[in-house]
């Protein structure tokens, strides 16, 4: 079975610039969650979607949104870059059942940087 | 959400037992109790769950007391490859309604040595 997958793996940027990252969720998970690692910050929640729908969102400007299409695949969008979002932004789905799910499967991750 | 606490960094030797303790106070009654282990440059990787009592698998056991306030992961025999930062998070994922509302702490930097 697939993992999570996640595109670009590498991305250089200046500021100013918008950027897109992708997140293909495994076969069969609704839910996918997005977070941002940074040294200083550690690994902080961005906004989860659950079919289509932002559910929980995070303490993050407004620049940074995302959405989720039909298929669970979803995408991250950072506008106007700053310095301070280089980082490490991780993707993670989970499946969702009737009960709880309990557990997350992360991504490789796309790491940005932004000049 | 509950706040965890953690050791920032610990250090031990190949063959050695390692047990990470995880401060949770305000533990609701809904939340779980979840490990995680991170390498450098890859994303989190599900260790161990629990809600009470011991929960063991095959990588590592967890415990959790009565009042469910605190937690410990125990790794077994750990080896150079279990170098990496372990997160303990408390919340939950709910199928219905709430989602994903998870929060990472700031983790463990485990460092095992020959």
């Known amino acids: 079975k697939a993992g999570v997958t996640q595109t670009p793996r590498y991305l250089i940027k200046t500021r100013g610039q918008q950027v897109t990252l992708s997140c293909s969720p495994i076969?069969?998970?609704?839910?996918v969650s997005w977070y941002q690692q940074t040294p200083g910050q550690g690994l902080q929640f961005l906004f989860e979607?659950?079919?289509?729908?932002?559910?929980n969102k995070g303490n993050f400007p407004g620049r940074f949104s995302g959405r989720q299409f039909s298929n669970s695949r979803s995408e991250m969008n950072v506008s106007t870059l700053e310095l301070g979002d280089s980082a490490l932004y991780l993707c993670a789905s989970s499946r969702l059942t009737s009960g709880r799910a309990l557990e997350q499967f992360f991504g490789p991750g796309t790491r940005l940087t932004v000049l | 959400l509950a706040k965890t606490t953690q050791p920032i960094s610990m250090d031990s030797y190949e063959g050695q037992e390692v047990n990470i303790t995880c401060s949770h106070n305000?533990?609701?009654?809904?939340?779980?109790i979840t490990w995680y282990q991170q390498f450098p440059s890859q994303g989190p990787r599900f260790i161990i769950q629990g809600y009470k009592t011991k929960v063991t698998n095959e990588v590592a056991s967890l415990f959790i007391p009565a009042d469910r306030k605190s937690s410990t992961l125990s790794l077994p025999r750990v080896s150079l490859s279990d170098t990496a930062v372990y997160y303990c998070l408390v919340g939950d994922i709910e199928g219905t309604g709430g989602g994903n509302k998870l929060t990472f702490g700031t983790g463990t930097q485990l460092k095992v040595e020959l």
């Open positions: 305000n533990i609701a009654t809904n939340d779980y």
């Open positions: 979607y659950f079919s289509e729908t932002q559910r």
């Open positions: 076969s069969g998970h609704r839910s």
